[in-house]
């Protein structure tokens, strides 16, 4: 897993590599364990979202790979 700091306000630009598969969506979260989560409608390997308040955010992208098995996630990105 990758940390970077940034301000409120600010864009989280994140890059999936490495991954076989194609991105289905990504996640945002305020937990570490993603209790709860924001989903992200994208297929990017590269995504930028604006960070509205300070804290501390948790990104995955989820990623399947052809049609065999379940999607699994990518390492956790946090930013704060």
């Known amino acids: ?7 409120a306000g ?4 994140l890059t999936l590599f490495g991954n ?4 289905l969506d990504w996640q945002r979260s305020t937990a570490s ?3 709860t989560f924001t989903t992200i409608n994208s297929t990017s ?17 989820r990623v399947q790979n052809g049609s065999c098995g379940s999607p699994v996630f990518s390492a956790v990105y946090t930013i704060t």
Do not use: K, L, W
Request: glycine fraction near 12%.
């Open 1 to 7: 897993a990758q940390s970077n700091a940034i301000c």
């Open 20 to 23: 076989q598969g194609s991105v």
């Open 33 to 35: 364990n993603f209790s």
């Open 10 to 13: 600010g864009d989280a630009v």
């Open 45 to 61: 390997t590269t995504i930028s979202n604006t960070i509205g308040t300070a804290g501390t955010y948790y990104f995955r992208a």
